[in-house]
């Protein structure tokens, strides 16, 4: 597998999920207006639901994960997410760090959702919520709450020009 999107001739085709989050991120990338207009001439979006659209097991060049994951079905849908792009694209501080569902993580999850919820029979969530990278590859991340639409715009434009992106786990600067 490459580590970057070569397409040829052909648009180049992306896919935007959403694990545990507030959809926020989304948003931004609906709101990009014109520049979202000027993006659908380069790439063919087959899957994102906040926009109508949606095949999720669409084979992909790049896909946008924003969200954590926070329950088993997140885990489910983030495996098969990997398994049907080429380069993964993390999304937000959600996907990024766990994002607010990670405050579980400070303390026991059963014990917030008791002092919440008087029946929990239909809470099916993990112990803890995990930033993506600490549950499958992830070739690229943009950090923020919510990500900006220059920052989408800058990473898809790149990726689209053949450059590789650099491992979340790689230093740009040699300490
Ligand atoms: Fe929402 Fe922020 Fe998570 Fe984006 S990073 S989905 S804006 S909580």
């Not at 979202?36 to 084979?59: M, N, R, S």
């Not at 489910?76 to 398994?83: F, G, K, S, V, Y």
């Not at 993580?105 to 993990?126: E, F, G, H, M, T």
Request: overall charge negative; charged content about 20%; glycine content about 6%.
């Amino acid at each position: 597998m490459t580590n970057s999107v070569s397409q040829g001739n052909r648009k180049a085709t992306l896919a935007i999920h959403k694990l545990t989050s507030c959809s926020g991120c989304q948003a931004v990338i609906l709101n990009l207006g014109e520049d979202l207009l000027t993006l659908l001439e380069q790439v063919e979006i087959l899957h994102f639901v906040e926009g109508g659209i949606y095949q999720p097991d669409a084979k992909v060049d790049i896909a946008l994960v924003e969200g954590s994951v926070s329950t088993p079905d997140d885990q489910i849908r983030l495996n098969a997410i990997r398994e049907h792009c080429q380069l993964l694209i993390a999304v937000g501080a959600c996907a990024c760090s766990g994002g607010v569902q990670a405050l579980r993580n400070v303390k026991q999850s059963d014990d917030w959702a008791a002092s919440v919820y008087a029946d929990k029979r239909y809470i099916d969530s993990l112990s803890r919520s995990h930033a993506i990278a600490d549950c499958t590859k992830v070739d690229f991340e943009l950090w923020g709450c919510p990500i900006s639409g220059r920052q989408i715009l800058a990473a898809l434009s790149m990726l689209l020009r053949g450059v590789s992106p650099i491992s979340p786990t790689e230093k740009l600067c040699q300490e």
